[in-house]
């Protein structure tokens, strides 16, 4: 889904709602066309979800570039580098919130904060050397449905 850039009137550090998204038994969910947010928000509400769910951002599948941890009453580190695992247990992957900042920086992108039922607090980062223009939500394995918002702040 395309959502377009930031009017130049939105200078406060409020929080604005990109777009949402509502996959019916999808294996991902993307946003694109991002510009102009320094903070981005994603929050979620899915179904069908038996796996860790997982995200990219602009479509970068390079190994090493980005790196995270999901903690709940134990850590979980994640071994997959090509990605960011946004829940760190399968046991209830199916709310949640991340937040990261510096997405309109060339610099990289650090996860601020994680929440959902089965991961209370969470890190991340991302190398990329590119603002964030895309944003792909998809699960380890399967498929999901459900909402996905995605929210931002101006730069």
Same mark, same amino acid.
């Given at each position: 889904? +395309? ?15 990109? +777009? ?5 038994? =999808?294996?991902?969910?993307? /946003? ?18 038996? +796996? $860790?769910?997982?995200?990219? /951002? ?10 995270? $941890? =999901? ?26 919130? $991340?937040? /990261? ?17 089965? =991961? ?23 498929? /999901? ?9 101006? =730069?």
């Amino acid at each position: 889904m +395309a959502v377009g850039t930031v009017s130049a009137s939105n200078t406060d550090d409020i929080w604005q709602l990109i +777009a949402t998204n509502s996959p019916s038994s =999808a294996s991902n969910s993307s /946003f694109t066309s991002i510009s102009g947010y320094k903070k981005l928000m994603i929050t979620w509400q899915l179904t069908g979800v038996t +796996a $860790v769910i997982q995200m990219r /951002f602009n479509g970068d599948t390079t190994d090493g570039n980005y790196g995270s $941890v =999901a903690v709940m009453f134990t850590t979980y580190a994640n071994r997959n580098t090509d990605r960011i695992s946004l829940t760190g247990h399968t046991d209830s992957p199916n709310t949640g919130y $991340v937040i /990261f900042r510096d997405t309109d920086k060339t610099t990289p992108k650090i996860m601020d904060e994680l929440g959902g039922m089965d =991961a209370s607090v969470g890190s991340g980062i991302w190398l990329g050397s590119s603002a964030v223009t895309q944003v792909d939500i998809f699960p380890y394995s399967g498929s /999901f449905s459900g909402t996905i918002k995605l929210y931002g702040v101006a =730069a």
